[in-house]
């Protein structure tokens, strides 16, 4: 009897086999990695502390005596599921606490003005409670209370007094509820997010302009009211791993005009000491021309001009210190210099009488084209035409504007959840031409752009875009 091989039985096989010979790779499953029940225990009691410390300021008492009515060890492992539950939970609400001092109320007027402007529908508005503090531990205490006990927020803003956002930073981390500070002071933490014009970004375009101008020298001119300046700070060590020489550092008061004359004679090198030769030359010259016409010498008449061995003067200073400075520069005899200006410099006021001399000269600042801001007409042209009146305080209003902005979207957005407000921060993208589609925040700050403007003989221009 003839054998007749089973042909499918034996491609199976020879299938099979080489499924042994070669298994498929599978992709590893990402784990999650869960804490262990003794440290969640631990962040829960932590946690519950602030909770219990509100509770006996919250208004509706009866409504949270939930932290009150057993001990934290108990809340925490026989009830965690059920605590965890009642500090996370929120009911789509911001809560604002604002110092209510005539010191922040132009402050406080131009923020809020911002933020309405973000608020697209008039439904919108019902997500905000506002608490007007003063700056005392039981007012703001209290209005803590009444915001995350008794209206159940999942967001807080403020701003303002030091002592102010201090004092509420600490309760937020405690009480682990995420919250936008408009502040630049206030510290970075999982649930705290920065919102004020990014420091490094504004530095950075500052160092880039002045590589691509070849600046490589530059004299300092540093106001009293900013020595302290952590934007200042951040430039000059963007200016030295650039290697980008300061010959200078001049300090002066910006309300005492002999202090701005000493600090020009410090840049210019007006010392007779230092160049005597060169004094007594002049000295010399001035003395021989008094006595061919038969006059006294005038003393005024012997006088050092201006030395200057570097390439621009940085004046971080608004636009009337400036043309100060320029009348100064002229008596001195200074060469026209390249001069740099900071975002106190945005004004159209700033050409008044000196365009001449600021020509070739350009400033950094936080804001662009017109058009792409969501605050101002729509202006299609690179002109700074902007009302004097915005100048200082148009920031404060785009600081307000996305603060609400990205506060809706979270509270929309991230469900009943606090933690998931965080999660929605950190990968939130703004979506328009100013911020041109980018994550809105880097290492829990907002990352603002920042802009150079370049003065020429059309006036105020965007130079690097």
Known sequence: MSFKPNYILLVLLLTALGACSSPRVKKPVKKIVELPAHEKQKQCKAQIKYFKLLTKLATEHLNNKYFNKA????????????TMHKMHLHQKKIGIIINNSPVDA?????????????????????????????????????????????????????????RLVTRLQKWQKGLKIPALFIDSAVK??????????????????????????????????TPKHAKNSLLLKMIKQQ????????????????????????????????????????????????????????LPLNWKSVFL??????????????????????KLFE???????????????????????????????????????????????????????????????LDYQLMGYYTSLLGIKAIMNAGKDRSKIVRYLNSAIIHDKFFKHKPAFVRNELNWPSFSFDIDEAGINLGQK
Not at 128 to 156: P, R, Y
Request: glycine share 4%; hydrophobic share 35%; proline share 3%.
């Open 331 to 393: 008596f001195y005899k200074a060469p026209k210099i390249t001069l740099i200006g900071n975002h106190e410099w945005r004004s159209t006021d700033l050409l008044k009488n000196n365009k001449a001399f600021l020509e070739g000269s350009f400033f950094v600042d936080f804001i662009g084209k017109p058009a792409d801001l969501p605050l101002l007409s729509k202006n299609t042209k690179n002109e700074l035409e902007i009302d004097e009146n915005l100048g200082a305080n």
């Open 71 to 82: 001990t934290a060890d108990e809340l925490c492992s026989d009830h965690y599921t059920q």
């Open 106 to 162: 132009e402050k406080n007027k131009y923020i809020l003005n911002g933020l309405l402007k973000a608020i697209k529908e008039p439904r919108l508005k019902k997500l905000f409670i506002v608490k007007k503090v003063e700056l005392k531990n039981d007012s703001v205490n209290t209005a803590l209370a009444q915001l995350v006990l008794d209206h159940k927020v999942g967001l807080l803003m403020s701003w303002g007094d030091k």
């Open 239 to 294: 200016l030295k791993q650039e290697e980008i020489e300061i010959v200078h550092e001049v300090e002066y008061d910006s309300g005492d005009y002999g202090t701005m004359n000493l600090a020009c004679q410090k840049i210019f090198n007006i010392d007779r000491q230092k160049r005597k030769e060169e004094y007594m030359a002049i000295l010399k010259e001035e003395r021989e021309k008094a006595e061919n016409e038969g």
């Open 305 to 326: 001009p201006a030395q200057v061995d570097y390439d621009a003067i940085f004046i971080p200073d608004n636009f009337k210190i400036v043309h100060h400075y320029i």
């Open 188 to 221: 970075r933490s999982k649930s705290t997010f920065r919102i004020f014009p990014n420091r490094r970004n504004y530095s950075g375009k500052l160092v880039s302009t002045l590589r691509d101008k070849q600046i490589r020298r530059i004299a300092f001119l």
